[in-house]
């Protein structure tokens, strides 16, 4: 196992605390609880930087090498040294048990490979979460009583609208108030939609063929169209409109009754999304939505925002899979860089699937050039490559991307030899200060011992960055073997599977799979 010592000070110190006594503890620490486990240890040490954030170089430093793998174990000899803040830490031990790094704070006796040492760790788990809670309730409980009284509580106002303060007993709230220009423009698009009876693809490809964009100056998407038809704060509140609510099952405040439904106002909409990973939003279910009239007035009859409603409930289609799923199905992209989809034609002889670029389709012949090709034909050429990968697995090699090649992992052993060096000059200081005792030549040996534990850590953190890099290096090349031996066994038997299995396993495998009209690139 590969230890880390961490070391901080605020301010540099000489006394028990200091840097270099953290690092000689946390090491006698590890070699009397481990020894002989021990495959190297590496000290990362932060001079004259406070705990309260993790803004530290050679925090980040160790934080890098413990995603790279390269480390086992971390030892402090003080809990606050790793860091004084209980949100910092949580999202520090949360990449430690990540990646299966063991914690070791000596004072606090917390040992993340005992079951007491893991509980302690829990507990601090625990309380940093009940705070983290504690705040987005809070919050969450402040946004809803300020969408319940109409307000617009927070986020970006949708186009059509402005942002208005108003003064509510005493403070400043915000509501909305229609901009002219923008309310005829989303006008014009509900116009476009149930006048011209398109289609939301349909509109997509009319208003890039027409140059016509959005108020930021780009191109709509489907996905950008589909949003401003389906804003509820546009639609004037109407009975009609709150009965299409209620019967969605959404939450209708109590302080805006059905009556108060007079065509006025316009409609809130609180908690339609939530927080999912990687900073995604998803919708949520209906019944956790709060629907309630807002203070601001709606622009889009509610006849006109309810037949668009009930278009998008009519397009509702059968989702179960009618066709055989071509093996390039979701991973197979066009050389303009576009996804390639599945379009499929009934012949005499049957159905006939073919790739297609999807920006061609939506964009025209100008964006991009790319004609269909038959599913079969580029489905065939990658079965090839498989079989010639179980037939050698050694060709898996060339599919396989591999890093920049970069420089050669820089030898250790200068760093060791000056560190000796400077150590042996802190030793013969050290011994000459008792000498000096009481003389003017003190204040310069201790000078002079401070210059060179400085020089010392910077040498040290030089070795620690040498022996990582090599490290790292030897990492890679076992990476490269594991990759290649995990496909191998991946596409193994492959033909023997279900298309849909086929497809899975090929969404696994494959990296990136480019065509560019005649070549078929694969990286694995």
């Not at 209620?246 to 939450?251: A, D, K, P, R």
């Not at 490269?480 to 899975?504: C, M, P, W």
Request: glycine share 6%.
């Amino acid at each position: 196992m590969h230890f880390a010592i961490y070391g901080r000070k605020s301010v540099y110190s000489d006394r028990s605390d200091s840097i270099t006594n953290q690092c000689r503890m946390c090491r006698e620490y590890i070699q009397f609880k481990f020894p002989g486990q021990d495959e190297g240890i590496s000290e990362y040490t932060d001079e004259g930087l406070t705990g309260a954030n993790t803004n530290r170089p050679m925090l980040k430093a160790l934080l890098q090498d413990i995603r790279d793998g390269l480390i086992g174990a971390i030892v402090v000899y003080q809990l606050d040294r790793l860091s004084r803040d209980v949100r910092d830490f949580a999202n520090i031990y949360a990449t430690l048990e990540e990646k299966h790094v063991m914690f070791i704070s000596i004072k606090e006796n917390i040992d993340t490979a005992t079951p007491i040492g893991k509980a302690m760790m829990y507990v601090t788990m625990v309380f940093a979460q009940m705070e983290r809670e504690t705040i987005a309730t809070r919050v969450t409980d402040n946004m809803t009583g300020l969408a319940r009284r109409g307000f617009w509580p927070i986020g970006t106002v949708p186009t059509g609208f402005v942002r208005q303060h108003i003064i509510v007993d005493g403070k400043r709230h915000s509501t909305l108030a229609i901009d002219p220009d923008g309310a005829a423009y989303i006008k014009s698009i509900y116009d476009t939609f149930l006048d011209e009876e398109m289609t939301v693809q349909g509109m997509e490809t009319h208003f890039r063929k027409n140059g016509i964009k959005t108020l930021n100056g780009c191109f709509f998407s489907q996905a950008s169209i589909y949003r401003i038809l389906t804003t509820p704060y546009y639609c004037i509140a109407t009975a009609e409109v709150y009965d299409y609510w209620e019967s969605l099952g959404c939450q209708m405040d109590a302080g805006s009754p059905r009556e108060r439904w007079d065509g006025i106002q316009g409609v809130m909409v609180y908690g339609r999304r939530g927080k999912g990973e990687g900073g995604t939003h998803p919708l949520k279910d209906k019944s956790d939505w709060i629907v309630c009239l807002g203070l601001h007035k709606g622009f889009i009859p509610a006849d006109r925002w309810l037949a668009v409603q009930e278009r998008f409930k009519q397009n509702t289609f059968d989702k179960t899979m009618r066709y055989d799923v071509p093996l390039l199905k979701g991973v197979l992209r066009c050389k303009c860089g576009g996804r390639m989809s599945v379009a499929r034609k009934k012949k005499k002889s049957g159905v006939l699937s073919q790739y297609y670029c999807l920006k061609r389709q939506r964009q025209g012949v100008e964006a991009c050039d790319m004609r269909a090709i038959t599913c079969s034909i580029l489905d065939d050429k990658v079965l090839e490559t498989f079989r010639e990968i179980e037939a050698d697995p050694s060709v898996i090699q060339r599919y396989i991307e591999k890093a920049e090649p970069k420089e050669k992992a820089p030898d250790s052993q200068p760093s060791r030899q000056k560190i000796a060096a400077c150590e042996a000059r802190i030793a013969r200081l050290t011994a000459s200060l008792s000498e000096a005792d009481s003389s003017s030549a003190m204040k310069y040996i201790v000078a002079e011992i401070e210059r060179q534990d400085l020089e010392l850590q910077a040498l040290k953190r030089e070795e620690e960055l040498a022996r990582a890099a090599k490290r790292r290096e030897d990492k890679e090349k076992r990476s490269i073997e594991d990759k290649a031996d995990t496909i191998a066994q991946f596409i193994h038997g492959l033909e023997r599977f279900s298309d849909k299995d086929k497809n899975a396993v090929v969404n696994e495998v494959v990296d990136n799979c480019v065509w560019d009209g005649e070549t078929l690139f694969l990286r694995l």
